[in-house]
């Protein structure tokens, strides 16, 4: 079966920082690009930021270019994003899922519980 387990989410203060991690299982997680989505209350799910596979480029919504790092450890097939200069806007619960590389496939068919970042002073 196929597990995400996301963690690292808390209360922040503005401009502070936090680092989510993604720990997964059940697919070969060395083949797919991961991904970071994000819901605030009220709004639609936001791709934040995604890593794929084979050594490629990350790519990051624009609202957290410079500030949001996405990496991964195929080793431990976990897929981390680290946030600096945490805006309120950044308040959300942050999910992670990904897609196989070669067919486009998700890993999950489903979104999990994800961890809740919260940014307030």
């Known amino acids: 079966q196929v597990q995400l387990v996301e963690s690292g989410g808390g209360l922040v203060q503005p401009g502070g920082s936090l680092r989510l991690s993604c720990v997964t299982s059940?697919?070969?997680?060395?083949?797919?690009?991961m991904s970071w989505w994000r819901q605030g209350p009220g709004k639609e799910r936001e791709l934040v930021a995604t890593?794929?596979?084979?050594?490629?480029?990350?790519i990051y919504a624009d609202s957290v270019k410079g500030r949001f790092t996405i990496s991964r450890d195929n080793a431990q097939s976990t897929v981390f994003l680290q946030m600096n200069s945490l805006k309120p806007e950044d308040t959300g619960v942050y999910c992670c899922?990904?897609?196989?590389?070669?067919?486009?496939?998700?890993?999950?068919?489903?979104w999990g519980r994800g961890t809740q970042v919260t940014v307030s002073s």
């Open positions: 899922n990904g897609r196989n590389g070669f067919s486009g496939n998700p890993a999950s068919g489903s």
């Open positions: 059940g697919f070969t997680f060395s083949t797919y690009a």
């Open positions: 890593m794929p596979p084979f050594g490629g480029r990350a």
